[in-house]
């Protein structure tokens, strides 16, 4: 029994090892098959992530490729449509600055030696207009050679100087022969300067003595126009039949008082020029004129207007144009300012004086077009009033923009360059609808941000006193004087 036992106890313990055994090894393949069973499933999920995130990326970097095209396009579309382009720019940026310093090196009067050769020039043609009167027995008393001699003086001293260009001797030196013509037939007039002497005193002498016009004109109505006004159709002869009170060549006074600034620090004769530059904008420049002629007459101005127009269908220069006009109406009668006034422009409001200001005054503060509002503070441009002393001061407009735009803001820069301030009438006076037309290409905007980064530097060479061009013709029209200027063709780098 006990061999029974023990060998059934054997049996038992040999059972039980080999089941445990047996338990052992299904555990020990029950956990390689979990250990397989748990750790190929983790591992697709890892994967199944990492192109979720992966194709997150692409999307992504899809959506920059796409902005950055989007960016290319509008960016070849506004400087160039590809490359080569860009390059073109680039050289005639080049060329710009090769051109401006052969004006610099070789065409241009030092500011101060032009202005007094100006000056000399501008009373030699007014004297000249003088004995033009004298011969049509226009009554005046002056004694000619007093006159002429000191500025016969003045040119040697000039010619005695060193350094001066072969430009500026020979314009001195023709300046003299003229000086000198016109002093050997001053006794030519002097007997008729004392005929007309006589007759001029008993004419004038029961004429009531005129006063200065009244600070605030009397006749002015106020804002005529607002933003539902339509304009005439009329045309230019029908202007000229209403207005026959103004002179030849567009020039008008009030009878009934003497002209004068509105400050009452001077009380000199207030003249003021009008000068439009224009280019194949007729319809635009007789609205102007149905409108301008009654709003300077109700403010009582000594006025003249003067139509700049360019020749042929080359490059337009607006400056050449303004700086072209100033010169000539300059040299025909000492006018105490001059307005630049865009064809385009049309006044609300006659409160908004033309009338010469102690400070550049920029008129068009308010335009339709603008919501009535300035864009940006250094837009001087459309309606501009200044005085001839401050625009040789900053030698007038640059010549060197060609094409629309920018020689305003040029202006402005020059201005403030020699600390020469601006003003502005209120916006609510300061009213302008700009006339509907097709809107000109401006400019490279390479181009004339290059110019404007140097429009302070460029004032004593570039402007008035270097503006090249040819007077095509001067025709006094009944409304207005036409001034036809051949403006030439650009330099390298400036078409």
Same mark, same amino acid.
């Given at each position: 029994?006990?061999?029974?036992?023990?060998?059934?106890?054997?049996?038992?313990?040999?059972?039980?090892?080999?089941?445990?055994?047996?338990?052992?090894?299904?555990?020990?393949?029950?956990?390689?098959?979990?250990?397989?069973?748990?750790?190929?499933?983790?591992?697709?999920?890892?994967?199944?992530?990492?192109?979720?995130?992966?194709?997150?990326?692409?999307?992504?970097?899809?959506?920059?490729?796409?902005?950055?095209? *989007?960016?290319?396009?509008?960016?070849?579309?506004?400087?160039?449509?590809?490359?080569?382009?860009?390059?073109?720019?680039?050289?005639?940026?080049?060329?710009?600055?090769?051109?401006?310093?052969?004006?610099?090196?070789?065409?241009?009067?030092?500011? =101060?030696?032009?202005?007094?050769?100006?000056?000399?020039?501008?009373?030699?043609?007014?004297?000249?207009?003088?004995?033009?009167?004298?011969?049509? *027995?226009?009554?005046?008393?002056?004694?000619?050679?007093?006159?002429?001699?000191?500025?016969?003086?003045?040119?040697?001293? #000039?010619?005695?100087?060193?350094?001066?260009?072969?430009?500026?001797?020979? &314009?001195?030196?023709?300046? *003299?022969?003229?000086?000198?013509?016109?002093? =050997?037939?001053?006794?030519?007039?002097?007997?008729?300067?004392?005929?007309?002497?006589?007759?001029?005193?008993?004419?004038?002498?029961?004429?009531?003595?005129?006063?200065?016009?009244?600070?605030?004109?009397?006749?002015?109505?106020?804002?005529?126009?607002?933003?539902?006004?339509?304009?005439?159709?009329?045309?230019?002869?029908?202007?000229?039949?209403?207005?026959?009170? @103004?002179?030849?060549?567009?020039?008008?006074?009030?009878?009934?008082?003497?002209?004068?600034?509105?400050?009452?620090?001077?009380?000199?004769?207030?003249?003021?020029?009008?000068?439009?530059?224009?280019?194949?904008?007729?319809?635009?420049?007789?609205?102007?004129?149905?409108?301008?002629?009654?709003?300077?007459?109700? *403010?009582?101005?000594?006025?003249?207007?003067? @139509?700049?127009?360019?020749?042929?269908?080359?490059?337009?220069?607006?400056?050449?144009?303004?700086?072209?006009?100033?010169?000539?109406?300059?040299?025909?009668?000492?006018?105490?300012?001059?307005?630049?006034?865009?064809?385009?422009?049309?006044?609300? =409001?006659?409160?908004?004086?033309?009338?010469?200001?102690?400070?550049?005054?920029?008129?068009?503060?308010? @335009?339709?077009?603008?919501?009535?509002?300035?864009?940006?503070?250094?837009?001087?441009?459309?309606?501009?009033?200044?005085?001839?002393?401050?625009?040789?001061?900053?030698?007038?407009?640059? &010549?060197?923009?060609?094409?629309?735009?920018?020689?305003?803001?040029?202006?402005?820069?020059?201005?403030?360059?020699?600390?020469?301030?601006?003003?502005?009438?209120?916006?609510?006076?300061?009213?302008?609808?700009?006339?509907?037309?097709?809107?000109?290409?401006?400019?490279?905007?390479?181009?004339?941000?290059?110019?404007?980064?140097?429009?302070?530097?460029?004032?004593?060479?570039?402007?008035?006193?270097?503006?090249?061009?040819? #007077?095509?013709?001067?025709?006094?029209?009944?409304?207005?004087?036409?001034?036809?200027? =051949?403006?030439?063709?650009?330099?390298?780098?400036?078409?």
């Amino acid at each position: 029994m006990l061999y029974a036992y023990g060998r059934h106890h054997s049996v038992l313990t040999s059972s039980s090892s080999s089941s445990f055994h047996d338990q052992e090894q299904e555990s020990s393949h029950s956990n390689h098959r979990l250990y397989r069973y748990n750790h190929e499933p983790v591992s697709s999920n890892l994967l199944s992530r990492d192109i979720s995130s992966i194709l997150i990326l692409l999307f992504f970097l899809f959506l920059l490729v796409i902005s950055l095209s *989007q960016i290319l396009v509008v960016h070849t579309s506004r400087y160039g449509t590809n490359f080569s382009a860009m390059q073109k720019v680039q050289e005639e940026l080049k060329q710009m600055d090769e051109s401006m310093e052969a004006l610099l090196r070789n065409n241009v009067l030092p500011i =101060d030696k032009w202005r007094l050769l100006f000056q000399i020039q501008t009373y030699l043609y007014r004297f000249e207009l003088l004995f033009d009167t004298f011969n049509n *027995q226009t009554k005046t008393n002056i004694t000619i050679k007093q006159l002429l001699k000191p500025l016969l003086n003045k040119s040697d001293e #000039l010619l005695l100087q060193e350094n001066n260009s072969n430009h500026l001797m020979n &314009n001195i030196k023709n300046v *003299q022969n003229r000086l000198v013509a016109l002093i =050997d037939d001053d006794e030519y007039y002097q007997w008729k300067n004392r005929e007309i002497k006589n007759n001029y005193t008993n004419n004038n002498y029961n004429k009531r003595k005129r006063n200065y016009c009244q600070e605030e004109p009397r006749y002015l109505r106020g804002r005529y126009l607002d933003e539902n006004s339509t304009f005439p159709n009329v045309s230019l002869y029908e202007i000229e039949t209403n207005y026959t009170n @103004v002179r030849s060549g567009g020039q008008w006074s009030p009878s009934h008082c003497i002209a004068r600034h509105r400050d009452i620090f001077d009380r000199k004769k207030n003249s003021v020029a009008i000068i439009i530059p224009y280019r194949d904008r007729f319809e635009h420049l007789v609205t102007l004129l149905y409108y301008l002629h009654p709003i300077l007459q109700r *403010q009582e101005l000594d006025y003249k207007i003067y @139509v700049s127009e360019q020749t042929g269908n080359g490059t337009y220069n607006k400056a050449v144009l303004m700086n072209a006009a100033f010169i000539y109406g300059l040299s025909e009668y000492d006018f105490q300012c001059f307005v630049f006034h865009d064809v385009d422009l049309i006044p609300e =409001d006659d409160r908004n004086m033309y009338s010469c200001p102690i400070f550049p005054r920029h008129m068009s503060v308010a @335009v339709d077009e603008m919501n009535y509002k300035l864009t940006y503070e250094e837009l001087i441009g459309g309606v501009f009033n200044i005085r001839p002393d401050h625009f040789l001061t900053v030698n007038g407009y640059s &010549n060197l923009y060609w094409g629309w735009g920018a020689e305003d803001d040029d202006l402005y820069y020059r201005l403030k360059e020699l600390s020469i301030k601006v003003i502005r009438p209120p916006a609510t006076i300061a009213r302008y609808k700009m006339l509907a037309h097709t809107k000109r290409v401006p400019s490279i905007w390479n181009k004339r941000a290059k110019l404007l980064y140097s429009a302070a530097k460029r004032y004593t060479w570039d402007g008035v006193s270097s503006a090249r061009y040819n #007077l095509t013709s001067a025709i006094a029209y009944p409304l207005f004087t036409h001034l036809l200027i =051949d403006v030439g063709v650009p330099p390298p780098g400036f078409s």
